[in-house]
């Protein structure tokens, strides 16, 4: 850390140098003179600053964060919503220290504008506060802050980076939602009963109301003593108080992630996810979650209350921040490459290896070349990774617990699975793969439902939110799958995101006829999987953000739903 010239510093040493030039080529001894007394003034100036880089590297400057509740109920954090930042700059040294700025480092979710300065005197702390606006709703992490310090004229500068990285949850964004969710038609009698009443055919249950008797009603249901008083046939209409059983499947592939960040597909997704399981909670009904892509990304099984919201929640957070092998699309020398350059930033480890050993030397194994040739120690990385795992979890009771939440990798290569989930933990991004072998969606599809059914036996209600591409890539597959989701469940709506209300606005008419253009190939994409959905019966509504996820539903409900055969 070294200082080094601000820009009225530069313009000042250019113009002394300016002075000297012109004056050694006309013989102007004033001007000569003019230079050196400006020179000798700045260099004095200079080493008056310096001592300040002497105080960061004696580590006298300390920095601490923290996030205040957010203004969600239950002082959660929500995506386009800001919350404050509050930083605090502690002097220990012996001289009053001018913080020019700060540049705030943070995962691409994150989105700051402004850098906060501050004056500190000596053996004081100073608070300032800045706004954060978080664009999508995920585990975003603040890395570190870079401070710049300056002189009282502004003629010098230094910068120094403070790592100090905290984590913070993000919920996604809060999706009005009227009423309760998909309601199936007969629902299941459960251990707990819901708050909702459906009416049911029986001789149980509380009575509804007494009618007249019409044609096909069975005699069992004749209310005798009501048929006596009137003199014509009346009959019980009962109703039971039952649980619906709500099953989400969640597709998280590369076409849902297409788009700006925080208005993708995937958002509005996570969004519309969230509002129902949130309106099912409320009406103490059950309800579930199977994520996938070309396989099951994260389940969560039914179940109710406020806690396993929570837990659902969790884990659609977690699919906005996969970081598995067969579904990033990074090699293992950019893997490797990523980290190490983190490390270096963050932690002041180098991990590359500055000599090359000999061709047959048995350090080749645990050797990885980067992308620009750079050679790494990839077993150093993964020790270090895995002791800065541990400080991260900790060693404490709710370490084990702490482990236990962390879904399993896939990673073949042993060496690299610390390096990832180091990535997942430190909000590390990973490209995700935007592209899948032939048939691979229908796989996860089928595989997603199979999980569906065996964790919720035969749910009520089933909600699949898709883009629908690459499902009729295999038909017979595909079929199978349908026609088993159909026979489970009793009710099964696609929620597919509208192609054009995710493309970015056009700006000009060659930007709206790229723009159609976009929408029509995108629709193509989605066209097989959606006639194919439809011909076995599955009602398919498509949507986005602007649509009421009321009137969306109600669409569902009223489609018509064919049996497969």
Not at 231 to 260: A, K, S
Not at 341 to 364: C, F, G, N, S, T
């Amino acid at each position: 850390m070294i200082p080094r010239l601000a820009t009225r510093g530069k313009l000042i040493l250019g113009t002394a140098l300016l002075f000297l030039l012109v004056g050694s080529l006309h013989g102007a001894p004033p001007l000569v003179a003019l230079s050196g007394t400006i020179l000798t003034v700045l260099l004095a100036l200079y080493l008056a600053f310096y001592p300040t880089a002497i105080l960061l590297r004696r580590k006298k400057i300390e920095l601490s964060w923290w996030v205040p509740p957010g203004d969600q109920p239950g002082g959660a954090l929500s995506a386009d919503r800001p919350f404050q930042l509050h930083l605090a700059f502690r002097n220990h040294g012996s001289r009053k220290l001018r913080i020019l700025g700060t540049k705030i480092l943070a995962g691409s979710g994150l989105q700051l504008d402004e850098k906060p300065s501050a004056t500190v005197k000596r053996g004081e702390q100073v608070e300032v506060t800045t706004t954060v606006k978080p664009l999508a709703a995920g585990y975003q992490v603040l890395h570190g802050a870079a401070l710049t310090f300056g002189d009282a004229l502004g003629l010098f500068d230094i910068e120094a980076f403070f790592p100090n990285p905290i984590a913070v949850k993000v919920f996604p964004r809060t999706v009005a939602l009227r009423g309760a969710p998909v309601r199936a038609v007969g629902g299941a009698l459960h251990e707990q009963v819901g708050l909702h009443h459906v009416r049911r055919r029986g001789l149980s249950g509380e009575l509804r109301e007494l009618r007249e008797h019409s044609h096909g009603d069975p005699f069992k249901f004749i209310a005798w003593k009501a048929t006596a008083r009137r003199g014509q046939l009346m009959v019980r209409d009962l109703e039971n108080e039952i649980v619906t059983t709500h099953m989400v499947l969640l597709d998280v592939g590369g076409g849902m992630r297409q788009g700006t960040l925080g208005k993708t597909p995937l958002d509005w997704a996570c969004d519309a996810t969230a509002a129902l399981a949130k309106a099912a909670v409320a009406n103490s009904d059950r309800v579930g979650l199977v994520a996938f892509d070309t396989r099951p990304v994260c389940e969560l099984p039914p179940d109710t209350g406020h806690h396993h919201y929570l837990q659902l929640v969790d884990k659609l957070l977690d699919t906005r921040s996969l970081v598995d092998e067969d579904l990033t699309d990074v090699t293992a020398g950019e893997l490797v490459a990523l980290v190490a350059r983190y490390l270096a930033h963050q932690e002041a480890i180098d991990v590359r290896v500055k000599i090359a050993p000999p061709l047959d030397d048995a350090r080749w194994s645990s050797i990885q070349a980067g992308p620009d040739g750079q050679l790494y120690d990839v077993a150093a990385t993964g020790r270090l990774c895995r002791r800065l795992i541990d400080l991260m979890i900790g060693s404490d009771k709710t370490a084990k617990e702490k482990r236990a939440k962390l879904s399993p990798l896939v990673e073949p290569d042993a060496q690299l699975a610390p390096l990832r989930q180091f990535c997942r933990l430190r909000g590390i991004e990973l490209p995700y793969r935007s592209a899948w072998e032939h048939g691979k969606r229908t796989v996860g599809l089928q595989r997603a439902v199979e999980r569906a059914v065996t964790s919720a036996g035969r749910p009520d209600v089933v909600v699949l939110v898709s883009d629908l591409a690459g499902f009729a890539e295999d038909e017979s597959r595909a079929i199978k799958a349908l026609a088993r989701l159909r026979r489970a469940a009793g009710s099964v709506i696609a929620l597919v995101p509208s192609a054009a209300a995710f493309l970015p606005p056009a700006a000009s008419p060659h930007g709206v006829r790229v723009r159609d253009l976009m929408a029509r190939d995108q629709k193509a994409l989605v066209e097989p999987g959606r006639r194919l959905l439809t011909r076995h019966g599955i009602t398919v509504v498509e949507g986005s953000p602007a649509d009421s996820l009321d009137r969306l539903l109600a669409g569902g409900r009223r489609g018509p739903v064919r049996r497969a055969g």
